[in-house]
């Protein structure tokens, strides 16, 4: 018997990212099942990126088996994959803004903004969104509302 292909995950990292940043990320997703092929994005001239990580995948299709075989855990393990593509160098001298990783759908083109400090009910709310009833929107997470819009 084969065990199924994984789902491939496209990731793309901006050029500020660190090597440790980038191994944390595609191990992560490696572990969460998903084929990460990534590339590094160069910034153009003084054009410079609003995310730091985009991962572009068939997000329906990960979430919904990703919360059917971790359960209860399934938004934790999705936060530590975060956290550990998010997380700041030990040696950053400047402190800059914090860029945010996105997920994007590749069947509905909706891109979900993920911060290295959402509270655990982004996460668990995550797996609840209905990504075709968002089709081409960004989705952020409201604080205040807690709830994604």
């Known amino acids: 018997m084969t065990e199924p292909t994984p789902m491939t995950a496209r990731v793309y990292f901006g050029a500020e990212t660190t090597e440790e940043q980038r191994d944390a990320l595609s191990r992560g ?5 998903l084929d990460a092929r990534a590339r590094l994005v160069k910034t153009v ?4 990126l609003t995310w730091l990580v985009l991962v572009v ?3 329906s299709g990960f979430l919904g088996s990703l919360g059917q075989s971790l359960a209860q855990d399934a938004y934790g393990a999705v ?4 956290a550990g593509a998010l997380g700041r160098s030990e040696d950053a001298s400047v402190p800059e803004p914090q860029r945010p990783l ?5 069947r509905s083109a909706t891109r979900i ?15 609840q969104l209905d ?14 509302r807690n709830r994604w819009h």
Do not use: H, N
Not at 102 to 106: H, I, K
Not at 131 to 144: K, P, Q
């Open 57 to 59: 995948l068939p997000l």
């Open 45 to 48: 001239r003084s054009e410079q």
């Open 102 to 106: 996105l997920l994007e759908d590749t």
């Open 29 to 33: 997703l490696s572990e969460l099942g």
């Open 79 to 82: 936060k530590r994959v975060v």
């Open 131 to 144: 990504l075709a009833g968002s089709e081409g929107r960004t989705l952020t997470f409201d604080r205040v």
């Open 113 to 127: 903004v993920l911060e290295a400090d959402l509270p655990d009910a982004a996460y668990r709310q995550l797996f």
